[in-house]
Structure formats: C-alpha cells, structure tokens
C-alpha cells in the first residue's frame, strides 16, 4: 500500500491502521484525553497506539484483576503482548480462547485479532484467512455495521497486498478451532 489507511475504532483520538489494525493516534489531544480517564478499554487502546506499552500492560493486568472475565480486556492484554515485540505468545493465547468461546460471537473477534497477529508475523495467507472468516462471522452473527465495515476494511486491504482474489481465500476456521 502506498498511503496509510486507517478505520475508525469508536475510541476518541484513535484508529486501526490497515492491515495490520496497529491503533494510531490521529488527534493527540483527545488520544491523551482518553489514555487519561477513558474506560479501562478505551485508555489501553489509546496507550497502545501512543507507544507507551508498559503503562498498558500495567493497566490492562489491573483491569482483569477487577474484571477476570472480561473478553474485551483478555484481548486487549493479547494485544499488548503482540505489539510489546511477542506475537507468537499473542497467537498461542488467542488459540486458547478461540477454544474457549468456541461458537460464540466472541470468537469472530478472536479470530479477527488472530488475523492481526497472522500478519504481524509475516503470514499474509493465514491473516488473509482470519479477515474473511471474522468477516463471515459478524455477518452471521448480525454485528454493527461498524465492526463488519472493519472486518470488509481489514480483509480488503491484505487481498490488495497479498494481490490475491477473494475466491482464492480459503475460511474453514469458525468451525475448526484445532485450525487456529
């Protein structure tokens, strides 16, 4: 891709860069404003995409202190961990849940991060694979129409970089979690 794009995340201040969904800040102002006292999701999210993943990791473990179940932090944590430098231990922990929220609207979201984390490590067809099923699934699952023009956006942008067509993409991983 010659520019960079990027969707909204619903977070004040703050985007998905494409493909690889890297939040970005694009209004510092309110990127602080929310890393300061947004919802505990909201301000990882916003730290994330300052570059200031310490503060993140320490937030987020503190939230699920408070919060254990919460799927949102659990993915977030996965997160910091991608882009605090370990991308493959983000991948064995979203396998983890994958298998754990099995079949729920849930693992669309898993799968998409799983997705992120595929291209984060050079593995554009499996990314490519993630996008489509996480398209598929909030389609059956009836997401907003935010969250499924996220998925179209993330899945448009790796076919435009791995130059392959939609019919070339294979997605058999919301029914095979083993696949993940």
Not at 111 to 122: D, I, P, T
Not at 131 to 143: M, P, T
């Amino acid at each position: 891709m010659t520019k960079t794009e990027s969707i909204s995340t619903g977070i004040p201040g703050v985007e998905f860069r494409l493909p690889d969904l890297r939040p970005i800040v694009v209004n510092e102002e309110l990127a602080n404003q929310t890393a300061q006292s947004g919802e505990a999701g909201d301000r990882v999210v916003a730290l994330i995409a300052q570059g200031r993943l310490a503060a993140a990791s320490e937030l987020v473990a503190d939230a699920r202190l408070m919060d254990p179940s919460n799927i949102r932090l659990r993915l977030l944590d996965t997160e910091v961990s991608r882009w605090s430098g370990d991308p493959e231990r983000a991948i064995y922990r979203l396998q983890q849940l994958r298998k754990e929220f099995d079949g729920t609207a849930d693992e669309v979201d898993i799968v998409q991060n799983l997705g992120a984390c595929f291209y984060s490590v050079g593995d554009m067809l499996a990314a490519a694979s993630r996008y489509k099923a996480a398209l598929e699934g909030r389609k059956q699952f009836n997401f907003s129409e935010v969250l499924l023009k996220a998925s179209r956006a993330a899945y448009e942008s790796i076919l435009e970089e791995v130059n392959a067509p939609d019919e070339d993409i294979q997605v058999s991983v919301l029914t095979d979690a083993s696949n993940a």
